[in-house]
């Protein structure tokens, strides 16, 4: 009996490793909790790959790639209309590394941050002129 004791007191589990089957739901993040109660009402329906799958045959692309083009959408909008500068409209729109927004920028719209702003703003009068 006292082995036994002993053996449960010294037992040390690896990290990440709990007895806890369900993920935490009270962490205060809205939009977290509510594609976690999405994908749990959907999780008997489809596994975790399988709805990649799907992801991926319904918008021809992955759901990271899918997720860098909002990002970069939301920051054509900040630099067309927000009169914000390259780094001031990633920072906005989820990026901490103005060098990673820069290359994701470059490859999705063809255009630097800067070459964008000078094409597309709507505050630069000088903009709407140039053909």
């Known amino acids: 009996m006292l082995a036994a004791q002993t053996a449960k007191f010294l037992l040390v589990d690896p990290p990440r490793r709990e007895q806890r089957l369900f993920p935490r739901l009270a962490h205060g993040d809205a939009a977290v909790l509510k594609a976690q109660r999405w994908l749990q009402a959907t999780e008997p329906e489809l596994s975790r790959l399988e709805r990649l799958r799907r992801f991926r045959r319904a918008t021809g692309m992955t759901t990271s790639e899918y997720a860098q083009r909002l990002r970069v959408s939301r920051t054509c909008e900040l630099l067309q209309c927000g009169g914000l500068f390259g780094a001031q409209a990633a920072c906005q729109a989820g990026y901490t590394d103005p060098g990673a927004f820069r290359k ?14 000078q094409r597309f703003n709507a505050f630069d009068t000088r903009a709407s002129t140039r053909s």
């Open 104 to 117: 994701v920028f470059a490859k999705v719209v063809r255009l630097t941050p800067s070459e964008y702003r």
